[in-house]
């Protein structure tokens, strides 16, 4: 992942290096790490200490060893009490997502305000501005918090060693996280460069640690009848609850590069930030359908479908995971070869291209697939 600075550049690249070094990192043995000055991403479990007690919003408990238990004191840093984070945070809660949450104003957060202010009724200025505060902010909502992170949590797998490009992965059979680092960005909608941001020198990550994340609640566990893939605890992961509002139509704008769910009334019930095609694969504009729907898809390469694809790529059968090229979700469209999907690199959505498709966090990309289902409308529009 790309960083926003030297210090968080030698920081996650010390923490990659220290997380190579591991014997056994799939069991995830202990790993003790030490950098001055550094949060300290690791990979590895305390066997002293654990996660116990209520926390907030289904906090820890035997029914759900999921949940990330609030922790006392910490301290907040500028960041986690910036008025930004704290709107990035309500807009992601009441599903106008301002993609990944890293307290920063952006193209992202303008586009999630005017699409929460369209939905309320307020003028989209894409500004926080005094009614937008009133109608986003709860009394008791903060920007941050401090949890315990719960031991099956902690337990990954990661996979430390899971190669970028699609031959290696091949030879995986589940292209899961790297690291805890990763695993909690994607579970609260940031990026490990922002978790080091949030916490002091010092921090080390395992279970029973405390860290400060962005506030963004426990998901009950989805029941999901003969769920061989596991995509009910992928929603757990992802902090993504199984019961959505339906949506009768999506409608994704290329202007302006948002997906918008509409209920039967034409509501606005959701906007998520999107990638959408490129100037040689366009995004093929029109009415489709979303005629089938995999979580936790495994993915196919096809190099005679890519135009930029190397003369002696082959076809590969990938292994499903948050890391895969599709992420956590495939849903597929009546137009052939296109469809909606998450993807392994949440920081760069709406900042890069696609091969047509339309790309979204996973978060966001789980979210969608509980609001829609075989039939649902979508319309691509320029």
């Not at 209920?263 to 906007?271: E, N, S, V």
Request: with cysteine; hydrophobic share 35%.
């Amino acid at each position: 992942m790309k960083s926003g600075g030297d210090g968080s550049r030698k920081a996650l690249h010390a923490l990659d290096k220290a997380e190579e070094k591991s014997k056994d990192a799939r069991s995830m043995r202990s790993l003790p790490l030490s950098f001055a000055a550094v949060l300290l991403l690791s990979a590895c479990h305390s066997g002293d200490r654990d996660s116990a007690g209520g926390g907030r919003e289904g906090g820890q408990t035997s029914s759900n060893p999921m949940a990330f238990a609030d922790a006392p004191g910490g301290g907040a840093t500028e960041a986690a009490d910036s008025l930004v984070m704290r709107a990035q945070v309500a807009l992601d809660r009441q599903g106008f997502s301002p993609g990944v949450i890293e307290g920063r104003e952006n193209a992202s957060y303008g586009l999630a305000l005017r699409g929460f202010q369209e939905a309320r009724g307020i003028p989209a200025s894409g500004k926080l501005d005094p009614a937008t505060q009133q109608a986003l902010f709860s009394d008791k909502q903060s920007a941050t918090r401090n949890v315990v992170i719960p031991r099956a949590f902690a337990r990954g797998p990661f996979f430390p060693d899971l190669p970028k490009d699609m031959a290696g992965q091949a030879e995986f059979d589940h292209l899961g996280y790297r690291s805890m680092s990763e695993a909690l960005a994607e579970r609260f909608h940031t990026t490990p460069e922002t978790l080091l941001a949030l916490n002091g020198p010092g921090t080390v990550l395992g279970a029973g640690r405390t860290i400060r994340v962005p506030d963004i609640p426990d998901a009950a566990l989805a029941q999901i009848p003969d769920d061989k893939n596991g995509w009910a605890e992928t929603l757990q992961r992802l902090g993504v609850a199984g019961e959505q509002p339906e949506a009768d139509h999506i409608v994704v704008d290329k202007s302006d590069g948002a997906l918008r769910a509409y209920d039967k009334a034409g509501k606005l019930i959701a906007q998520f930030p999107v990638t959408t095609g490129s100037g040689h694969d366009p995004l093929p504009l029109g009415t489709w359908k979303i005629v089938g729907e995999a979580r936790n898809p495994d993915y196919h390469f096809n190099p005679d479908l890519f135009w930029d694809a190397k003369k002696n790529a082959k076809d590969k059968l990938l292994p499903p995971g948050p890391n895969g090229p599709v992420g956590v979700v495939w849903l597929d469209l009546s137009k052939e070869h296109y469809g909606i999907h998450g993807t392994p690199e949440p920081q760069n959505i709406g900042k890069t291209e696609s091969h047509g498709c339309v790309r979204l966090t996973n978060w966001d990309a789980a979210r969608l697939a509980q609001m829609v289902s075989a039939g649902t409308k979508v319309v691509f529009q320029a």
